[in-house]
């Protein structure tokens, strides 16, 4: 059985071939508790792609394990907005092309090593590769010249903290969700849920708008994670007249109503 | 694909309702009847699952190109709870809902050399081409495991275990939902985790 394993996995291409991550940070010198950030930025070949930190029905997302110099502590990841693919009514998050993903890493006054200790998962329409990788970083010598833009770029493609009201609340099936934007002419279309087991990732949404108050009904997730006090994820809606297409962040406590198992 | 997205206005009370999203809820829910289906197994039989009244069933979903089933072939783990559920009277059905064409489908002469070369012992592999027993389960990803008790009632639905990742070294500190839900089961006791995320490599159905 292990020789049939052993033969399988010599004969399967590798994550890196159709994905190439690679670690950056700016900073040129860095002082004891001032938090700076560093990227980690995956190269995706065309019709293959990596998973959001919720990955959706199949998949996995991002993982890094940290190995840092003693007493430096890092931030957990801050992922830009997802695409949504499907596939037979199924539907994955995840990232194209290209995505840079960061951290904020708090230093001590120890110097040292950075390293990302990386497992993540790239996919075609058809065959799935598991990658596993460790990133090394010097921080402070001869930054990479690239690093400053590609930070920039991507603290820019995060989606925007949301500045109106939220509550959320278990209610029997759904997750109740009720927002209210903070401008007329924006009205919310869907929304993407960071974790995977709060919401049924591929059932129907429905919203209900009026004026720029939205109510989310969402079938809660089917594997349901009782442990879940919030919910999180991104409103994605429409702002008019213009038509563009705006992403929030929203974290929000998830309520129990009375008599709702916790 | 287009996401799906309905637009209703109601005039009278001002308020819009929209819909989006991809599917209707479905699927084969824990405490719910288990749906009923039959399908030709990798020996030609048209196997139903109605014939198995009275004993445990449990559905494992496959794609052997699928790196996740990989992890629990390649360790014997999932050949060792397959033989587990045989060896405590219960009925084990491999489910392969791969569309011809694409990654892990198999003619039934394939389904037979791989219950060989694999060591598997389950009862048989279930040829799902068209995916209609995946969808009516909604086997979501590979592997996909559901448990059917005594009565017929769905117990479980979930992974195989909880370490949902491709290293074989994690099946060692692995907890086996399967495994820990049927022991329960068959000592007259509730499950204790009758649901879990389901872990893998997307399915592929029939487009």
């Given at each position: 059985m292990l020789a049939l394993a052993a033969l399988i996995v010599a004969a399967t291409p590798r994550a890196t071939d159709y994905s190439r991550p690679e670690l950056f940070s700016a900073v040129r010198?860095?002082?004891?508790?001032?938090?700076?950030?560093?990227?980690?930025?995956?190269?995706?070949?065309?019709?293959?792609?990596?998973?959001w930190h919720n990955p959706g029905d199949s998949g996995q997302?991002?993982?890094?394990?940290?190995?840092?110099?003693?007493?430096?502590?890092?931030?957990?990841?801050?992922?830009?907005?997802?695409?949504?693919?499907?596939?037979?009514?199924?539907?994955?998050?995840?990232?194209?092309?290209?995505?840079?993903?960061?951290?904020?890493?708090?230093?001590?006054a120890q110097k040292g090593t950075v390293r990302a200790n990386l497992d993540w998962l790239v996919c075609d329409k058809e065959m799935c590769l598991p990658g596993k990788v460790t990133l090394a970083l010097r921080i402070g010598s001869a930054a990479n010249p690239k690093a400053g833009t590609v930070i920039a770029k991507a603290l820019s493609a995060m989606p925007k903290p949301f500045n109106g009201s939220a509550r959320a609340r278990l209610d029997g099936k759904n997750v109740i969700l009720e927002i209210t934007l903070p401008r007329k002419g924006e009205v919310a279309k869907s929304f993407l849920p960071f974790d995977p087991a709060v919401i049924h990732n591929s059932a129907t949404q429905t919203v209900?708008?009026?004026?720029?108050?939205?109510?989310?009904?969402?079938?809660?997730?089917?594997?349901?994670?009782?442990?879940?006090?919030?919910?999180?994820?991104?409103?994605?809606?429409?702002?008019?007249?213009?038509?563009?297409?705006?992403?929030?962040?929203?974290?929000?406590?998830?309520?129990?109503?009375?008599?709702?198992?916790? | 694909?287009?996401?799906?997205?309905?637009?209703?206005?109601?005039?009278?009370?001002?308020?819009?309702?929209?819909?989006?999203?991809?599917?209707?809820?479905?699927?084969?829910?824990?405490?719910?009847?288990?749906?009923?289906?039959?399908?030709?197994?990798?020996?030609?039989?048209?196997?139903?699952?109605?014939?198995?009244?009275?004993?445990?069933?449990?559905?494992?979903?496959t794609n052997q190109g699928c790196p996740y089933v990989h992890k629990q072939y390649g360790t014997g783990n999932m050949q060792a709870t397959q033989k587990w559920v045989r060896d405590h009277g219960g009925v084990w059905l491999t489910m392969d809902s791969s569309a011809e064409g694409r990654q892990g489908y198999m003619t039934a002469e394939k389904a037979t050399e791989l219950m060989k070369t694999a060591q598997m012992s389950s009862n048989a592999i279930l040829?799902?081409?068209?995916?209609?027993?995946?969808?009516?389960?909604g086997a979501k990803c590979t592997p996909h495991m559901f448990i059917i008790d005594l009565k017929g009632t769905v117990i479980y639905n979930?992974?195989?275990?909880?370490?949902?990742?491709?290293?074989?070294?994690?099946?060692?500190?692995?907890?086996?939902?399967?495994?820990?839900?049927?022991?329960?089961?068959?000592?007259?006791?509730?499950?204790?985790?009758p649901t879990s995320r389901p872990y893998g490599c997307a399915m592929k159905y029939k487009n």
């Open positions: 010198a860095f002082a004891p508790g001032k938090p700076f950030l560093v990227g980690l930025r995956f190269t995706i070949k065309p019709g293959w792609h990596v998973y997302e991002i993982r890094v394990r940290w190995a840092l110099p003693k007493g430096w502590q890092a931030s957990p990841l801050m992922w830009p907005k997802p695409d949504v693919m499907l596939d037979s009514g199924f539907v994955n998050y995840g990232y194209e092309r290209q995505v840079t993903v960061l951290a904020r890493l708090t230093p001590s209900m708008i009026n004026g720029n108050s939205a109510t989310f009904t969402l079938a809660k997730s089917e594997y349901f994670d009782a442990r879940q006090t919030r919910l999180r994820g991104i409103v994605v809606g429409t702002k008019l007249p213009s038509n563009s297409t705006f992403f929030s962040e929203i974290d929000v406590p998830l309520q129990r109503t009375s008599g709702e198992k916790p | 694909m287009k996401l799906r997205s309905l637009v209703l206005v109601s005039f009278a009370v001002a308020a819009v309702i929209v819909g989006s999203g991809f599917r209707a809820l479905g699927g084969a829910e824990v405490g719910s009847a288990a749906p009923a289906f039959s399908l030709p197994s990798n020996t030609g039989a048209t196997v139903s699952l109605d014939q198995f009244k009275g004993k445990y069933i449990v559905l494992e979903w040829l799902d081409p068209d995916g209609t027993v995946g969808h009516l389960y979930g992974a195989i275990d909880d370490k949902p990742t491709t290293d074989f070294d994690d099946v060692k500190t692995a907890k086996n939902y399967v495994k820990a839900a049927l022991e329960e089961a068959m000592a007259g006791k509730p499950v204790t985790t």
